[in-house]
Nanobody, 123 residues
Framework: QVQLVESGGGSVQAGGSLRLSCAASGYAGNYMAWFRQAPGKEREGVAA????????YYADSVKGRFTISQDNGKNTVYLQMNSLKTEDTAMYYC??????????????????WGQGTQVTVSS
C-alpha cells in the first residue's frame, strides 16, 4: 500500500503563487499527478508526470501557469502554481500508480490518492 501525503496548500491572493508537495511512501508507479475538486464540481486532472521519462501533461486551464516536477531522491512530486486565479480555488489531491492504458489526467486512472490539501485564491 502506498501512502501519499500532500502539503503546501493555503490561502493566497489572485496573482500569487503556491507550491504543493506530495511525498510517496513505497513504489508509486511510473506516473504521479495532481487533481483538484471545487465544491459542486467533479474532480479534474490538473497535471501529471511520467516519473521515468519526465514527460508532463497539463490541463488547458493551467498550461503556462502550473509546473509539475519531481525529486526522485525524496520520492516527491511538486506542483508549482503561479499567477493563481480565483477559479483555481479547490481541494488539490495527489494521485499515483496509473492503471493500464489510463489517461494520465483521468480521475479514474489512478490507484492511490492522498487526502488533499486546500488551496484558496481570493480576489
Amino acid at each position: 500500500q502506498v501512502q501519499l501525503v500532500e502539503s503546501g496548500g493555503g490561502s493566497v491572493q489572485a496573482g500569487g503563487s503556491l507550491r504543493l508537495s506530495c511525498a510517496a511512501s513505497g513504489y508509486a508507479g511510473n506516473y504521479m499527478a495532481w487533481f483538484r475538486q471545487a465544491p459542486g464540481k467533479e474532480r479534474e486532472g490538473v497535471a501529471a508526470r511520467n516519473t521515468v521519462t519526465s514527460f508532463t501533461y497539463y490541463a488547458d486551464s493551467v498550461k503556462g501557469r502550473f509546473t509539475i516536477s519531481q525529486d526522485n531522491g525524496k520520492n516527491t512530486v511538486y506542483l508549482q502554481m503561479n499567477s493563481l486565479k480565483t477559479e483555481d480555488t479547490a481541494m488539490y489531491y495527489c494521485a499515483s500508480y496509473l492503471l493500464l492504458n489510463g489517461d494520465p489526467l483521468g480521475r479514474a486512472a489512478y490507484k492511490y490518492w492522498g487526502q488533499g490539501t486546500q488551496v484558496t485564491v481570493s480576489s
